[in-house]
Every structure is written in structure tokens, then in C-alpha cells.
């Protein structure tokens, strides 16, 4: 089993098997049904799937944070994964726009690559 | 599979503060028997779905015991916004395998005056559909996970704000037409577009509203007294339950609850005389038109221009009012849709009646885009 996502570095699971990336984690691989699973550590580089600025918080805990871009990121290894886009005016991120990761205190976070 | 839908009913809908879960799912139950001609002492089977504004330990023990009755056949079904249309799916199975003769489908809440729409807000949005480990943290609205749908969908196929405010415009036009609906005031593409932005790029009259109600039907093994509403066919589509990681959210599960429900019925999706969409939000109704068949994929949003999905249009669409605008009071808000469909079918919806309507397609969907539900229903 899995243990816990590292908080050090971004880590996706990564199937022993096949070699390839998946993310949620799961007990086996979504694309050959493995069981050897690790956390391994992609490029950390991706793209802008979709997007989009929320304007109105969903509970007091992010009202400071209005407005803020939440976007599904494509990595480059292939797995989707729903994070923000930090460090750019919202109305400048668009679909495509190439992203590296930033570990945040929300957890792993994408900026736009330089 | 023989089954039939009997009867049809539904409570105050709106702002009923003075009543409670229990109140508004009793009177749309005796509304629905008393539509089907019927009294509870003969009902044999009780489908609910979960309610969240009271901590029901087993909801349709709950009901149950509220309504009085003892059924033999009794589940408590949530796959979430399908499960209006998942509750016949699974009636019509109980009447045909002969478990029960007389299955009453209700369910609805106090979702609006229960608590405030802030706390609505925060409620929804830590249900769990965004996942609380990976998804969560990072703040996303329910409205958020659907907006970036639509801004996929707009990337890929070049549809506008214009035609997602389009469809919350149509539908609000049949809800003016509709007696019971929450909210009736005409509006504008101007005035969708002018509304409070949300979340990009939705806006807050592109989406739901949040109502008190209780929706019922009757699903038996025979046509009833009214002018019978029979099932002829229903499919599901399952892609996902988190948004995050799904490669193509601008298509949906619609795909294949569309395929198997019309193959079922041997009917075509233009056979379809008026289609009851689920409309959570504006994106939701462009893409269920692609994915059932009703346009070719990318052309939802030209398909709703020009009064198309209209009253009087080629297709018209969520005749009720919708979640948009008639009711949208949590899991039950896809009943309505069955229950304005078994209406159109039977001629009874006055100025918003689709002349001739012989058959009717019922959808919804659960989650984000996730799970659909499918139904064609008929004059027998």
C-alpha cells in the first residue's frame, strides 16, 4: 500500500509495472491493474488543462483569498490534477499556458514557467 | 420491462419556512397518490434519496414512519443529481420483478430556509465532490468544478457566454409559465451576463438556485387512471466521481446513458418531442444536448440560439422551469423533471404544453458530469 503523499517534493504514484504515472492514488494502476506502487517524482511541469477565477469564497477560510485561479493541470507525464495557478493575474492564465510546480502550504501549487 | 408512471406531485416550492423536510416530502407524496387516484394504505414499495439538512439515520425508515406505512420494497437510492431519474429506473425494477405493485418515489428538503445561503454555500462545498485530501484545500465552489467544463468546452469547440446565458433565458421563460416555480421574472442574455460573476465563466443566473420542495411519482405495474406514461427505455454513464483527474470533461456520461435509452426504446433522438435536461447550470444543458444525440458534438451552444430549446422551438427544453429556475431543493431536483415530463405527456401543462408531445426524455446527472441517467418515456 501506498503510505501517505510526501510534503517535501511533488509526488505523484507511479506504477512499478508499466512505468507509467496515475494520480488519485489508488490500491492498483488504473492502466494495467499493478499492485507495485510508489511515490515518485515527475518533472514537475505541465499545462493548463482548464481554469477557472472564483469570486466568490466558498466559506470564510478563503475570503482572504479572492479572487484565485483553480485550474485542472496536465502534467507532462500524463495525469490530470486539480490545484491553483499562483504568481500571475488571473485574467492572464489561459488554457495551454505552461506551468511549473511550487509546493505551497495547500499543498503542490503551479506557477507560470519562466 | 412493463412500467408506468401513475401519478405525479409536488409541494410548496420556493421559501416554505414553515415547513420542515418531513412536511414537504408528505405533501408531495399524497399529491402523487392522489394524482394516481390512489391512497397510501396501497403503496408496496418506498424509494427516497438522502436529505442534508437533518441528520435522517436511514432515510426512508424516516419517511416511512412519517408517511405511516410499512412497504415490503424500500431503499434509500443517491447517485446523486441522477437519482430523480435513477428512482423510476429502479421502481420500474421492483414492479416488473413483481417485488411490490405500488412504488412511491419522494424526496425534497428545506435546502433554502434551513439555513442561510452562506451556509448553503460551505455546506455543498465540503460534501465531498471536490476530494478533501488533494482537491479541497485549494478552494474550489461546486460551481467551480462546473466552470471549468465549460471553459474546456469553450477552449475546444468556441461556444460563448451568449450561449450558456441562452439556455438559463429559455429556461426561465417556461418557468414564467409555470404557476409552482420558484423563480418566474423574465430575463435577458444581458441580464445573465450582468449577474454577479461566480466563478469564470459562470455567473451567478448560470446557475442553480437553491429552493425548498419535495417532488413524488407513482411507478406501478399498470397504466393507472390517467392517461398512461409508460418507460420504454433507460441507460447509465459512469466516468468519475473527482473532476480532477477525468481527460475529457467536455464530454460527459451522457454519452452512454443516451446510447443505451434510446436503444432500448428503438427511438431516435429526433423522435423526441420535449427533453427535461438536468440544468444545474448552464454548461450542464449544452453538453447533455451533444452527448444525448441531440446535435453533433461542439454544437450545443449554436444549437441554443434562434429559440431553439424554447417553447414553440425545435426542441423545447426543461419546460418546468428547471433547477434554474423552477426548483432545486438538493437530491430531488431531478424529480421535477420526471414529473414535467409524465405532465407534457399526458397534455395537462397548459401555456407551457409542447403540442402533441408523445414522447419525452427525462435526464439527469450527478456529481460533476459524472453519472447520468437516462430516460424515454411514452404514451403507452
Known amino acids: 500500500m501506498l503510505p501517505p503523499r510526501p510534503t517535501n517534493r511533488f509526488m505523484l504514484p507511479r506504477c512499478e509495472g508499466c512505468g507509467k504515472f496515475h494520480f488519485y492514488p489508488r490500491p492498483a494502476c488504473p492502466h494495467c491493474g499493478g499492485a507495485r506502487l510508489a511515490w515518485m517524482e515527475p518533472s514537475g511541469r505541465g499545462e493548463v488543462y482548464s481554469h477557472s477565477t472564483v469570486h466568490r469564497a466558498p466559506s470564510a477560510a478563503f475570503k482572504d483569498d479572492v479572487p484565485y485561479v483553480i485550474a485542472i493541470v496536465k502534467t507532462d507525464e500524463g495525469p490530470h490534477l486539480l490545484s491553483r495557478v499562483v504568481g500571475v493575474s488571473p485574467e492572464k492564465v489561459s488554457i495551454g499556458m505552461r506551468l511549473r510546480v511550487r509546493l505551497g502550504d495547500r499543498g503542490p501549487e503551479f506557477e507560470p514557467e519562466a | ?380
Open chain 2, 1 to 380: 420491462m412493463n412500467a408506468f408512471i401513475a401519478g405525479v406531485g409536488e409541494s410548496p416550492l420556493g421559501k416554505t419556512p414553515d415547513l420542515n423536510a418531513m412536511n414537504l416530502q408528505h405533501a408531495a407524496a399524497l399529491a402523487a397518490l392522489a394524482d394516481a387516484g390512489l391512497t397510501l394504505a396501497e403503496v408496496d414499495g418506498l424509494l427516497t434519496t438522502p436529505i442534508r439538512v437533518a441528520q435522517w439515520a436511514m432515510p426512508v425508515g424516516m419517511v416511512a414512519q412519517g408517511l405511516g406505512i410499512r412497504p415490503g420494497y424500500l431503499a434509500t437510492l443517491d447517485v446523486a443529481g441522477a437519482s430523480g431519474t435513477a428512482m423510476v429506473h429502479h421502481a420500474a425494477m421492483a414492479v416488473a420483478t413483481g417485488q411490490a405493485k405500488t412504488v412511491l418515489c419522494v424526496a425534497g428538503q428545506n435546502q433554502l430556509t434551513n439555513v442561510s445561503r452562506d451556509a448553503t454555500v460551505a455546506q455543498l462545498a465540503s460534501v465531498g465532490w471536490a476530494h478533501p485530501e488533494y482537491e479541497a484545500p485549494y478552494g474550489p465552489l461546486i460551481p467551480t468544478l462546473y466552470a471549468l467544463v465549460a471553459q474546456r468546452h469553450m477552449h475546444e469547440y468556441g461556444t460563448t457566454p451568449e450561449q450558456l446565458a441562452e439556455v438559463a433565458v429559455a429556461i426561465r421563460g417556461h418557468a414564467a409559465l409555470n404557476p409552482l416555480a420558484h423563480k418566474r421574472e423574465p430575463i435577458t442574455v444581458a441580464d445573465v451576463l450582468a449577474s454577479k460573476m461566480i466563478t469564470t465563466p459562470l455567473h451567478m443566473l448560470d446557475c442553480a438556485i437553491v429552493s425548498d420542495g419535495a417532488a413524488a411519482f407513482v411507478v406501478t405495474a399498470h397504466p393507472g387512471k390517467k392517461k398512461p406514461v409508460k418507460l420504454l427505455g433507460q441507460g447509465y454513464g459512469f466516468t468519475h466521481a473527482y473532476i480532477g483527474e477525468h481527460d475529457n470533461i467536455a464530454t460527459t456520461g451522457a454519452v452512454q446513458s443516451g446510447r443505451e435509452a434510446f436503444a432500448m426504446a428503438g427511438v431516435t433522438p429526433a423522435d423526441i418531442d420535449v427533453a427535461q435536461l438536468y440544468d444545474c447550470f448552464t454548461i450542464t444543458v449544452i453538453a447533455e444536448l451533444e452527448d444525448l444525440g441531440f446535435c453533433p458534438k461542439g454544437e450545443g451552444g449554436r444549437f441554443v440560439e434562434g429559440g431553439r430549446i424554447r417553447l414553440g422551438g425545435e426542441l423545447p427544453v426543461t419546460t418546468h422551469g428547471g433547477l434554474l429556475s423552477a426548483a432545486h431543493p438538493g437530491l430531488a431536483g431531478g424529480m421535477f423533471h420526471v414529473v414535467e415530463a409524465v405532465r407534457q405527456l399526458r397534455g395537462e401543462c397548459g401555456a407551457r404544453q409542447v403540442r402533441d408531445a408523445e414522447l419525452a426524455l427525462a435526464h439527469g446527472n450527478g456529481g460533476i458530469i459524472g453519472i447520468h441517467c437516462t430516460l424515454i418515456l411514452g404514451n403507452a
